[in-house]
């Protein structure tokens, strides 16, 4: 309803002075990507299954098909289900050819709701990769989701879509929708309602490589992102140098407020790949980012926004080099070198009981093999290279994993096969699993358990706890990219071209 939208933003803006706009989500669903604020891969939920079979539909409540190459992971709040795929299986015949898209689906049966369609970002295809679709996971908060799209625009939108009319103020959905030089779309019931529009290309300069891929951090009235800002077709020339890593918009209106002064493009060697994160140290309130450049920085969380829409710079509190023997200047050189060069941090910072854990090493595709997860004090100032690290754990191969840290343990994954479970307090070893598969996503603890996909079609369920325990490996159609998500006593998971939820009373 209109009327209902309009009373949620409302409220949403009041809570926002007050200090209590996060954290309206029942603590059963997952409104984003990691424990809030922490980005900590650990679920509260219970009751979950340890098993299931794809095959005779034991335990798999639902499954719905996909496009046909789905990176993202699911997003489950408000009794919908957020899951960012490609066109490649339309679901509405009005859209047609690769596009990006968000599907809105009922958390108890799969049906769609509503679909955000992004046709691609005209002319450089190395700004929006073909049929790669949205590859960021939706944060959702007060009945509205913030996602980034294929072709780097942050968008704001309505929960329940177009069915209940268009809720504004942003009200070209058709121009949106329609590609470039193309006839022009008409919009249905079945689309999404969009409330306003960010383009980070054309309003903070980036230059996207690939696909975007951002989890959108929510602080109060803010959302703090990472740019996706990158490498051209060269794989050696930063198109945008002076554009900022990480932004922070004003959730209401979707206004640039702020962005890093640190100038880490030059010293990209890739692209932007990580999520920011957020914890209270002592009195401060800090915002961790895994720089492009392998260094791990706290930012001041913002207070308030900039008066007269001036664009505030993000204070740095301290940073720490993860790779202090890597180079930092004319990083390009490395490219496709497995031996040596820069080393990059594509998975998240997760702040947890005074530390900041981050994966940094080589880029997968393109640098060195070498890989380690880093354990961080996060009370220092300045650069606490030197003074900050509390312990560092060597990675058999590049790692795109953010970590889990639960009962003491830290899960994290590598490309090197394995799966290893590290002591949070020494950083020693308790075991690791070689997997013999490729893994790109995340562990998930919960339930007193650990999953994690592959890329050869396998989700891997182990016992947490010191003593290794494999529960079971499951066979899927495709490969898993994505985290495993909990929520309401429901498993959810997708591979390239379906999305399953996996309930532990569910029948064929």
Known sequence: ?????????WLASVLAVLGLGAGAAPAADCPQWGERHSRNMVSPETHLPETFDPATGKNVTWRVPLGTRTFATPIVAAGRVLIGTNNACPRNPRHKGDRGVLMCLDESTG????????????GDKYQDWPYIGICSSPTVENGLAYVVTNRGEVVCLDMDGLADGNDGPFRDEADFMTPHGGPRVKVSPNDADIIWVFDTVKQAGTYPHDSPHASILI???FLYLNTSNGVDNTHRKIRRPEAPALIVLDKATGRLVARDGERLSPRTFHCTWSSPSLGGVGRRRLVFFGGPDG???????????SPHARVATLAKVWSFDCDPEAPKKNVHAYVRNREKGPSVIKGMPVYHDGRVYVAVGGDIWWGKRKAWLKCIDASGSGDVTAS?????????????????????????????????????KTGRAVWTHETKQEIWGSPLVADGKVYIGTRRRVLWVFAAGRRKKVLATIRMDGALHGTVTAANGVLYLTTMARLYAIGKTAGK
């Open 219 to 221: 602080d109060g009235p």
């Open 111 to 122: 049906r769609l709701h509503w679909q955000l369609v992004v046709p691609k970002r005209p």
């Open 388 to 424: 900050g690290l509390i312990w560092s754990y060597p990675l058999v191969k590049h790692s795109c994993s953010t970590p889990a840290i639960s009962g003491g343990l830290v899960y994290i994954a590598d490309c090197g096969h394995g799966l290893h479970c590290i002591d949070a």
């Open 295 to 305: 260094v791990c920085y706290a930012f001041e969380a913002l207070k308030a926004a």
């Open 1 to 9: 309803m209109q009327k209902r939208a309009a009373m949620v933003r």
